[in-house]
């Protein structure tokens, strides 16, 4: 074998130890948010959508990210859904394989066809649901939700204090990661990208 | 030769340095800083949000917001109480002599209840601020994507 011929077969491998090195290093393989592990088993639900109704079974395969509020509070709602739309925006073509859910605890003021357009105002994938007050509060106390209707003596009539955090499925449906209401656009797509490199 | 490059960079730093101007209105011993109202539609509702110094010696208040383009308002307080977003309606928000208090999303809020219209944003919407001894004044709001 030449000299020339050595020289150059080991910075290829050099190079090609390098390149998983610096892969490695920019590829993220913890969490933001806080890991269930193992992922929480969840029963199957069926709520309603301005296009009609959904089940968590009818999207398998995708990482379902749901959140829990009411379009009643411009607030930490519109922050949310917006920090989604980012999160989603950042992941490109891979965001075909994630679904936004939004559920309302508020169903008497939130129908259907209010909430559709509304969550679609962050982006046209993101879909709305509602229900019955029934169907809503068994939903919420199977993925851990907490809401309370306060009455006030204003125009309001009432307000929801409502779980703000975010749940991330798997995509066999389980409950695999929280997001707290501080995390950022960056955190959540990072996360996203991970658990999307799982099969 | 290196000469035109540094007047050049100065120029930059110079037009960078009056980029968009923060709006604010002062009024007596209050400033309205930057207050903007987030995109909604019609019929829906959406919160308003500024920064609000007082350079006073004396403690005063917000006490009223009032839109002409919302069918009611209300001042709330958001707080994240745990994992729980509770949200309180408020009479009032101080603002302490000398200080200044934040309207920002997760904390204090002026609530438009039942829009008229559609606010898109680069919309302004009219706003009267009612403060407990400065009195009312009217404030434009700018319209942004939250």
């Not at chain 2, 039942?114 to 009219?126: R, S, T, Y």
Request: charged share 25%; proline share 5%.
């Amino acid at each position: 074998m030449s000299k020339n011929l050595l020289l150059a077969l080991s910075g290829l491998v050099a190079g090609a130890i390098l390149l998983v090195v610096v892969y490695l290093l920019l590829t993220p393989t913890t969490l933001n948010g806080t890991q269930i592990d193992p992922p929480k088993e969840v029963s199957d639900f069926t709520l309603t959508s301005d296009t009609g109704p959904v089940s968590l079974s009818d999207l398998r395969g995708k990482l379902v990210v749901m959140y829990f509020g009411y379009t009643f509070c411009p607030d930490v709602c519109p922050a949310t859904l917006s920090k989604l739309n980012k999160a989603l925006e950042r992941l490109g073509k891979d965001a075909d394989q994630v679904q936004v859910i939004m559920v309302t605890v508020d169903p008497e003021r939130d129908t259907a066809d209010k909430l559709g357009p509304y969550v679609r105002r962050f982006n046209p994938q993101f879909t709305g649901l509602s229900g019955t007050a029934e169907d809503i509060a068994k939903v919420a106390k199977e993925f851990g939700i907490f809401y309370e209707k306060k009455a006030v003596a204003t125009a309001a009539k009432y307000l929801v204090d409502h779980t703000a955090s975010v749940l991330v499925l798997d995509r066999d449906g389980r409950i695999s990661l929280i997001w707290p209401f501080e995390i950022e656009a960056a955190a959540m797509a990072s996360d996203l990208r991970v658990l999307l490199r799982k099969r | 030769m290196k000469l035109p490059v540094f007047f050049l960079g100065l120029c930059v730093l110079m037009l960078s340095a009056c980029g968009p101007q923060v709006q604010t209105t002062k009024f007596g011993s209050i400033e309205i800083v930057d207050p903007y109202v987030e995109t909604a539609e019609s019929g829906g509702n959406t919160d308003a949000y500024m920064v609000l110094k007082n350079t006073g010696g004396e403690a005063d208040a917000l006490v009223k917001a009032e839109f002409p383009d919302a069918m009611d308002s209300e001042i709330h307080e958001t707080k994240m109480v745990g994992n729980v977003m509770k949200m309180t309606h408020l009479d009032a928000v101080d603002i302490p002599a000398n200080g200044q208090v934040a309207l920002k999303p997760g904390s204090f809020h002026a609530m438009m209840m039942g829009l008229k219209k559609d606010l898109k944003a680069g919309d302004k919407v009219k706003a009267i601020l009612t403060f407990a001894k400065a009195g009312s004044v009217t404030v434009e709001m700018e319209v942004r994507n939250p």
